[in-house]
């Protein structure tokens, strides 16, 4: 995909107040791109959407769309449609009215607004709602209200603040599907704000981690699921476990030192970029496998941890341990139950266990 | 066992004595609110009424006649109360709503100090205030018009409408512009689409209490008004000093009439959102 293009954004940065919000965004986003920003609430990424919608002036960069600096711009002059999570919609406008809103400030003919209405109703399952008001409707009928108002006007772009997180769990995951497909199907820009991993995960061509309004590590989702760049992004992926450990560069591995649980091993560099001293290490519950001690082979490649089962769980599909490794404690999955006070090994393949150097050494 | 009986029957006999007590101070209550307006009421239609006698001695019409009459004055106060109260209504509500709009939206310094700026007029004794702009009004030619007891009135219903009309704009969700400027709707376009129609009941509200507040004002009418333009107050005073209680009593009654109707309309259109942000 083309990247430089359609919309960039380069050293965009915003304060509130004293407080520094966002610091040195640079981002390139492809014409049909679907991209989610996500991290956890206060990250900036709120601020980042009213920003591109016009809401927020930011305090340095710039905004660019098609070539054409869009950062002074008001709101109404930038065709990029927002999506609000609370929905927004005009409380003493009916559906018809909320959709059909944009396309009469356009100035189009009355006729033409009601069957562009309707087709919108049609595409959305909004058929025979038109004379409702939004107090009548359920919240999944807001979202798509919301959604068809954004998406009349047919705006380059479509900003998406959390349109999800409203809807029951159950609406939700079907939502997901059908909003990517119609933005598949209209080729529309998308940028959308999340704090689901999953959500993002599920919709994304390409995800951007925000970190206290820097950008943490931006890629595919297999890229930053994969190869998170640093331990913040590892943890905020799914990689909770985390142990204390020391190496040392060795030819093209890195090696381990023996600790409390494990024995010395040399695990492949395969990309990272690590120097000797203390090592974060993290992995995700279901890249370990667990062993009883005396049915584990020490020749499979990876990290094998010795460690002692503490309780088991099972919240469906797979058994969840915590086991203890020297003064630690982790997570792990397995397909059977260990009980409590077994003797395990947990071993964590080289390609899933995630080492960034320990920024206090 | 039988104790416990006759325990019972004992709460039972207070129990049923309850109405006593509640009848009485329900009474009580009734006879002062409705009794002067009943004694009004009869005051319109008595021809004949005097001491010693409960009642009238003989009903008939002919004070609202004299009222009514081309040379009653009772319609000249009549139409000269409805102008000064439908002006002040516009007046007031064109300054208050950009006012308001401004209070609630703008980040404005001593945003407290100003909406409590708009009280002073209040916070004086009025008759201080009053002669004074009576004399400031007969310098520059105001004394005695219409528009200068406008402006009196405006002057002291501007807290209402200022306060209610900020109430009613804070009240709006600011996303809810915010949805429109996004769509293409410029800030006067948005204003006019989303803010007022969203803000009318409101703005509604706070017309009413303007023009409540404008009917009844005595005090400014009287030394800026008096006594080339003539107001319904006015005329209360004069009638009901001169000993004629027919005509006070039907100019009270012109004057009550509307606020029942406009209290019952404002307490549908005041919502509690709105309510519970005035002077904040």
Redesign the interface.
């Known amino acids: 995909m083309e990247r430089n293009g359609f919309l960039s954004l380069s050293g965009v940065a915003s304060r509130y107040g004293s407080t520094q919000v966002l610091t040195d965004i640079d981002l390139s986003i492809a014409k049909g791109e679907f991209v989610a920003l996500l991290g956890s609430s206060g990250c900036g990424k709120t601020t980042l959407l009213r920003l591109l ?3 927020i002036s930011p305090s340095a960069g710039e905004v660019v769309v098609r070539q054409r600096d869009v950062t002074r711009l ?3 002059k930038r065709g ?3 999506v ?1 999570q ?1 929905y ?5 406008m009916t559906v018809a009215q909320n959709i059909g ?2 396309l009469k ?2 100035g189009i003919a009355k006729a033409e607004i009601a069957s562009r209405v309707s087709a919108m109703q049609q595409m959305l399952g909004l058929q025979g709602l038109e004379a409702r008001k939004p107090a009548n409707l359920s919240g999944g009928q807001r979202q798509r209200v919301a959604l068809g ?2 998406l009349a ?1 047919d705006p380059e772009i479509l900003l998406l603040d959390e349109p999800l997180s409203n809807l029951d769990a159950r609406i939700r995951l079907s939502v997901r599907h059908e909003l990517r497909a119609l933005q598949k199907r209209l080729g529309i820009t998308a940028i959308h704000v999340t704090h689901d991993r999953e959500e993002a995960m599920v919709m994304a061509d390409r995800i951007v981690i925000l970190d206290a309004g820097r950008i943490a590590q931006q890629g595919s989702p297999e890229e930053v699921y994969n190869q998170p760049a640093s331990a913040f992004v590892a943890a905020f992926m799914g990689a909770e476990n985390v142990l204390s450990m020391n190496g040392q560069p060795d030819g093209d591995a890195f090696m381990l030192q023996a600790g409390p649980a494990n024995k010395a091993t040399a695990v492949p560099f395969a990309g990272r970029k690590l120097s000797a001293g203390a090592v974060e290490a993290r992995f995700r519950p279901e890249a370990a496998q667990l062993f009883a001690t005396e049915e584990f082979l020490p020749r499979r490649p990876g990290v094998a941890f010795g460690g002692e089962v503490l309780a088991v769980t099972y919240p469906g599909g797979h058994w969840r341990h915590v086991v203890r490794l020297g003064d630690r404690e982790i997570m792990a999955d397995a397909p059977q139950a260990f009980s409590p006070g077994m003797q395990v090994v947990v071993h964590v393949p080289a390609e899933s266990l995630f080492l960034f150097n320990s920024p206090a050494s | 066992m039988t104790v416990v009986a006759s325990k019972s029957s004992m709460a039972n006999a207070w129990a049923a004595l309850w109405w006593l007590p509640r009848g009485i101070v329900f009474g009580l209550m009734a006879f002062f609110i409705f009794g002067p307006l009943f004694n009004m009421l009869l005051w319109t239609v008595a021809e004949k009424w005097y001491f010693p006698y409960t009642f009238p001695l003989q009903y008939g019409f002919s004070s609202w006649e004299k009222v009514f009459a081309p040379r009653g004055g009772a319609l000249e106060s009549l139409s000269n109360s409805l102008i000064v109260a439908l002006l002040t209504v516009v007046v007031s509500l064109l300054l208050a709503i950009p006012a308001g709009y401004a209070l609630a939206r703008l980040k404005l310094p001593f945003r407290s100090l100003i909406l409590l700026a708009f009280l002073i007029p209040q916070a004086f004794p009025n008759l201080t205030v009053y002669v004074n702009i009576a004399r400031i009004f007969y310098e520059i030619g105001l004394n005695g018009t219409i528009p200068g007891v406008v402006l009196v009135h405006v002057s002291h219903g501007l807290v209402y409408a200022v306060w209610i009309a900020t109430a009613a704009f804070s009240a709006i ?1 600011i ?2 512009e ?10 006067m ?1 948005t204003f006019m ?2 803010t007022l ?2 803000a009318a009941p409101g703005l509604m509200a706070s017309a009413i209490f303007v023009f409540l507040e404008s009917l009844d004002e005595f005090t400014g009418s009287y030394f800026v008004g008096a006594p080339d333009v003539n107001m319904l107050p006015l005329l209360l005073y004069t009638s009901a000093a001169g000993g004629n209680y027919q005509i006070a009593s039907i100019t009270a009654l012109l004057l009550l009439v509307p606020s029942l109707v406009f209290m019952l309309m404002v307490e549908r259109f005041l919502k509690a959102d709105v309510l519970s942000r005035v002077g904040h």
């Open positions: 919608a016009g809401f008001p709101p109404d990029m449609a927002l609000f609370s927004a919609l005009w409380p003493h809103y944009g400030l356009k108002r954004a006007v | 969700d996303e809810l915010q949805a429109a400027r996004n769509i293409g709707a410029g800030a376009r689409d989303v129609p969203l």
